[in-house]
């Protein structure tokens, strides 16, 4: 909403009004529509007495309508009723209502910024009222340009609508500006909430990270023990395969249900198992000796050089 205000002397105003909501229009117009001629009218800024108002209840509204909504945010949080996902065992739809939480907090903090913004700038404008109301009040009522133009008892008059338009004036500017440090506040709160949310599923993440890896593991461990019976039967099942070929007979005698040269089967079986269970040892040790040997061979230039 935009508003222009001009002073015609000695006690003309004119009003221009942009973008204003319909209830803040039909106050302004009731107001003026009550207004009858007074002295405070000869002031410029006597229309800034019943404009600033209703525009500062307006921030006034904006401010406190994103506090409740701040407020909420925390009381939801502090009650467990956040939507931010706060288990391990979540699933899509909870994946999906935490993305809407950060929507509507980044929304949230948008405005914040754009009344943090808004009341700075009202601020700055009413400060040059102020000061430019100061200045005329000091040029229209000093002494000489009383004695010409008014009398003293109408410059009396006129004094005491300047003051009071100046208290006013004074104590809108006080307003607004505890309300820019609602709005700062508002800012910080929902920044804080943000940035816990964010923390609180980044911790989350981590948890789940943990527990795959545990899983990870334990897959691991299962890998290793199918691993190792696999190599205790492979030599033996080699070994069978071996003989079972037509180049070996080994025909029990008759009567017997066992040929005698079975031992041979075991005799070359264990030995060959244990054969490939020992050789992995060296294998995973030659693989750290080669890393240490790397290792020392990309020091080495560097000890030189020192």
């Known amino acids: 909403m935009g508003v222009v205000t001009s002073w015609t002397a000695p006690d003309r105003h004119t009003i221009i009004f942009f973008d204003a909501a319909d209830s ?5 117009t009731s107001s003026c529509e009550h207004i009858r001629q007074n002295p405070a009218m000869r002031n410029p800024y006597w229309a800034h007495e019943f404009l600033i108002g209703p525009i500062v ?3 006034d509204h904006a401010v406190w309508n994103l506090r409740d909504q701040v407020k909420a945010l925390e009381t939801q949080r502090r009650e467990g009723k956040s939507q931010v996902t706060n288990t391990i065992e979540s699933n899509d739809r909870d994946i999906n209502e935490s993305g809407t939480t950060f929507n509507a907090l980044h929304e949230i903090l948008r405005h914040a910024l ?4 808004t009341i700075g700038v009202a601020i700055q404008t009413l400060k040059s009222i ?3 109301k100061k200045t005329f009040d000091e040029e229209r009522y000093s002494a000489d340009a ?3 133009k008014e009398t003293a008892q109408s410059m009396i008059l ?4 300047a003051k009071k338009i100046g208290v006013y004036l004074d104590f809108q500017s006080s307003v607004i500006t505890s309300l820019e440090a609602r709005a700062k506040a508002n800012e910080a709160r929902i920044r804080s909430e943000i940035t816990l949310a964010f923390s609180t599923v980044a911790q989350l993440d981590s948890r789940l990270q943990a527990e795959i890896g545990n899983a990870a593991r334990a897959d691991s461990y299962t890998m290793v023990k199918i691993a190792a019976v696999t190599m205790l039967f492979l030599p033996p099942s080699f070994v069978s395969a071996i003989f079972s070929t037509s180049f070996f007979e080994f025909k029990p005698a008759e009567g017997e249900a066992v040929s005698k040269d079975f031992w041979i089967f075991w005799a070359i079986s264990i030995p060959l198992t244990v054969i490939v269970f020992v050789s992995l040892y060296p294998g995973n040790r030659g693989l750290l000796v080669r890393g240490r040997i790397s290792n020392a061979a990309h020091l080495r230039p560097l000890r030189e050089t020192v």
């Open 57 to 59: 209840a307006c921030y």
């Open 114 to 117: 754009h009344a943090t913004e």
């Open 146 to 148: 009383a004695a010409k």
């Open 130 to 132: 102020c000061s430019r």
């Open 158 to 161: 006129l004094k005491r609508c």
């Open 24 to 28: 803040i229009r039909e106050q302004l």
